[in-house]
């Protein structure tokens, strides 16, 4: 027998050491988030009986926890899109997503993601009955605080991404007033698992261990309920659906030492890596372990899209008005102590009242050179910037940096400067974005790429179509997780008993 | 029985599938380079019987291929050090190695390294014969062309890092003219190897796969000699010393994309990864995958640290004093699409006849303006960055970036600028920096840090000391091979059978 304490994710049991299957199904499922709750749903759907384990006493997952909105389109665009007076074309999507991965894109996911992303649309609203308004926001905004379907929520209108592509929103959110799209969704999703006779629940259920067979397939897993070691027969599978590694800060340090720096882990207590431990394991390669969604949700208010960013020596280094993930990566490559955000008085605006960020005021002045001497920056070196920045400015277009002419107001004096720098009051969430490789069906592969029979893995605990901050436009983790668990349940399905 | 085609690293042998052993030894050791040479030894020593498989035909791995500076100090210096009239405290190699690994370096390996350096010079010059001249070598250098025993090969005395740390000159190199440590070290490696009559080296023989018993424990491997797959029984245990993953373009695409801007590899043909997947696949975890050396080798001549680095914006981002792999990261970390060094004729000197960096010139201008428009920047650009460091220049102290003052000279035209931009001609050099996971012991250790038993690595198959191009010293990764592959060579002596 195995000692009690090695049934831990780094010790799958052996198929041979059980005794006895306490629980049987088609398709055990680890985790109860959007990615679970969609593989489920599918599973059941394509005729296999399912099982979910959960953690906490109540589905959700981090999917609950965020806005919900989902990035969708291609095709010619979706319902909601196409309402809206949006086309979009599969390759649009395609070339924005591959630019938005960066060298490790997965391009046969992101080709398999763009393509079936308006059936997906489909799938959610008609079987799932996810509700979305035919209706678009066209504020520049972090999530839809309206009802409002559809909204720009990436980098797609900035530079490189508008010569690349042509920009579409893609974002679709929940017809629900304020940021309670994550809440709803997970609300049908779970009505939908409870409706299918073919699934059964197990809340506050640790998934542990897996088990393999002697070829090294997964034959089930080992669940801890009520303090009892069950062991769970999964005929066709297993699929890990436990999230991501953001609140691992011992597994972040060794893989993401990146995400060190940001203030706030954005998930759910559950996601501690155990699920991309458990694939490893027995065989399955994480891959893209370093990389994570980390940011400066500089904006709202839109107009501090206005302002310009800056390292401590005074220099700009970006775009101001991609998304604030791509800022926040850039800001937090910059070989720099500090980092400021400067603006007019005037631009400054309604920033109390509804910014996210919570970034300290770190100076202002009445003339460059006491805004200069506040921030400690050398006499000269903003002076420099603002030369630039205002004369582009003045001619509508910004020369170095490429920030849209919409955006783009000479910065007089008096001028704010916020504090960005992370550890001084600013919010830096974060949450990881590698996990165990898998094929688009959702089949964890080896590092020679080969499939590990009978395991299965979708949502964040996978590595998906998103993998890096400075590509991320937000739905990409709904989108990704809804659409990978979906695929994961119906190829788990097809799979021999 | 496990088909052929099936032996690969990603599956390992199981001991029950053993039918006949066809080599038996206490220690098998996969690759001949100086980490397997050296556990070779160190287990040889220790009273073990030792057998080192090497794929190519003779030993030397990477480093026969480097220049073999070792990276040694503290405990108040080496025989080299003190002869040259260096003290080095073990407390500021340690916060130095600590500062260049960044937040993912790993203090207990650190440790360890920095309190055993002077012992592992010791062991090298007495034990191997390895000979080091008391003599200092006091130009900026990348490698020592002459026979001097000490140089400075990192950024110990460029900021930051001297702020935190009194700098030391620990790079020892080998008494031998000209860039040849690399195949004498090996040589003297070699022999040592071949005098001992416990240790028996089998070379044109792949490591295919480790084999593990019930239980998990690494119990042998199976190599292929002469077309014959043959199962070696190792009784105390298998040392990885296979090297790093550099020449697998598609493992470098998944785990290191940063990697991906650099031109050359720098290592041998089987830098393949092998090693580190085959201790994945019996569940050790790799860790700093992402991580590799990647470098703008800028000097020789010395005279090129009077220059500035700049970005396509015509911004600085660096102090040029820094070891050449500090400034080669810190460029690809810029968001921008070129990359130049601006300098006068004069520093640019010699530039041509001894470079190694081949970048070819960009432009020159008898003024500021004309530089800026032969490199496309922005009017004004240039002149802003300029207008700060000269002034700099003149007051002796470099505000913004902390270059040395003996490296301030102003910039006045006529210049020259260099183009840095991967892929237009300059030599942009790199390897992995990644690896198992293991103790200080060299035991491979799982995503819980259990260690996995049986298994050790050492050399680049492991991740050690060196965690980031942008701390990194010349002779860390032989000193990292050399000390790993001792320790390890004396850990699994001590294992039970």
Redesign the interface.
């Known amino acids: 027998m195995t000692s009690p304490q090695r049934t ?4 799958p049991r ?1 198929l041979r050491d059980i005794q006895e299957w306490h629980l049987e199904t088609d398709v055990a499922i680890v985790g109860f988030g959007g990615a679970g709750g969609c593989a489920a749903i599918s599973a059941a759907d394509a005729g296999a009986e399912a099982m979910i384990f959960e953690l906490a006493s109540a589905s959700g997952g981090s999917t609950a926890l965020s806005s919900a909105e989902i990035y969708m389109g291609g095709s010619g665009g979706t319902r909601v899109q196409k309402a809206c007076g949006f086309e979009d074309s599969t390759e649009d999507m395609y070339t924005y997503m591959m630019a938005a991965a ?3 894109a997965d391009a046969e996911k992101i080709r398999n993601y763009c393509e079936r992303s308006v059936e997906h649309f489909d799938w959610l609203v008609n079987n799932l009955g996810v509700p979305f308004k035919d209706s678009f926001h066209a504020e520049r905004a972090i999530m839809c605080l309206t009802d409002d379907g559809l909204l720009f929520t990436g980098s797609e209108k900035a530079w490189p991404f508008r010569e690349q592509a042509k920009p579409a929103p893609r974002g679709h959110n929940l017809y629900i007033e304020g940021d309670n799209g994550g809440p709803l969704f997970m609300k049908i999703v779970t009505e939908n698992v409870e409706k299918r006779e073919r699934i059964q629940v197990h809340y506050e259920t640790r998934a542990l261990t897996l088990i393999v067979d ?1 070829d ?1 397939r997964v034959s089930g897993l080992v669940v801890r309920q009520n303090q009892q070691e069950l062991n769970v027969r999964a005929r066709k599978g297993g699929i890990l659906c436990a999230g991501g590694f953001c609140m691992n800060e011992e ?1 972040v ?3 993401a ?1 990146m995400l ?1 720096r940001g203030t706030q882990p954005i998930g759910n207590p559950g996601d501690t ?1 155990s699920g991309i ?1 458990m694939g ?2 027995v ?1 399955g ?7 994570g969604f980390i940011s400066l949700p500089f904006y709202p208010p839109a107009s501090m899209t206005y302002g310009i960013a800056i390292n401590d ?1 005074g ?4 775009n101001e008005d991609v998304y604030h993930g791509r800022l926040g990566a ?1 800001a937090l ?1 910059q ?1 720099s102590e500090r980092l400021y955000m400067v603006l007019t008085v005037e631009q400054y605006g309604e920033y109390e009242k509804v910014s996210y960020l919570g970034a300290p005021v770190a100076g202002t002045g009445e003339t460059v050179a006491e805004l200069e001497e506040e921030l400690g920056l ?1 006499a ?2 903003l002076e ?2 603002l ?2 920045y205002n004369e582009d400015c003045a001619q509508g277009e910004d ?3 490429h920030k849209a002419a919409e955006w783009l107001q000479p910065l007089e004096p008096p001028l704010v400067a916020l504090d960005l720098t992370p550890g001084r009051g600013a919010f830096v969430p974060f949450f990881t974005l590698g996990g165990l ?1 898998t094929l688009p069906t959702g089949e964890v592969v ?3 790429r ?1 499939p590990i029979p009978g395991l299965y893995a979708a949502g964040r605990t996978a590595c998906g179509i998103v993998r890096r901050a400075e590509g991320y436009s937000s739905g990409m983790s709904v989108g990704d997780a809804t659409f990978s668990g979906r695929l994961a349940g119906e190829q788990a399905t097809k799979s021999a008993d």
């Open positions: 831990s994710p780094q010790h052996r960066g060298p490790q002697e090294g597994m340090r060794r893989h030492p060190t890596g431990q490893m394991a065989g390669e994480a891959v893209n372990m370093h990389e020596k220099q700009r280094f970006i850039y490559q070989p050398r000269g070196s420099n910037t030369r630039i020369s170095q940096f490789d080896n590092s020679a080969e």
